[in-house]
Nanobody, 126 residues
Framework: QVQLVESGGGLVQPGGSLRLSCAAS????????MGWFRQAPGKEREFVAG????????KHADSVRGRFTISRDSAKNTVYLQMNSLKLEDTALYYC???????????????????WGQGTQVTVSS
């Protein structure tokens, strides 16, 4: 079983950048498909970005494509979410998640993910 801890959130102005980190322990991140989700107050938790076990398949939600990028460092057992050109509507609690069953693909469906971190808050405000 893997444990996930997110970090890197904070307060940033519109147009700014942040890099979120998801440090894994207990198992390697290459054992799972990994995903980033976010949840704003009063809204459903939504998929942001995901990466397959091999790293060959990466998906980004339409709302963040071209601005956000998922990546990982296997040596550090960490997954990242680089967020550029941040907008007010990116404000949310961001979660890292791991899907143990996905072999080659990455799913955007949150109920497929088995392990979750506690979340890190991102606030975009002027």
């Amino acid at each position: 079983q893997v444990q996930l801890v997110e970090s890197g959130g904070g307060l940033v102005q519109p147009g700014g950048s942040l890099r979120l980190s998801c440090a894994a322990s207990g198992r390697t991140v290459t054992s799972y498909a990994m995903g980033w989700f976010r949840q704003a107050p009063g809204k459903e938790r939504e998929f942001v970005a995901g990466m397959s076990r091999s790293g060959a398949v990466r998906k980004h939600a339409d709302s963040v494509r071209g601005r956000f990028t998922i990546s990982r460092d296997s040596a550090k057992n960490t997954v990242y979410l680089q967020m550029n050109s941040l907008k007010l509507e990116d404000t949310a609690l961001y979660y890292c998640a791991a899907d143990r069953d996905a072999e080659v693909a990455v799913t955007t469906f949150r109920y497929e993910y088995d392990y979750w971190g506690q979340g890190t808050q991102v606030t975009v405000s002027s």
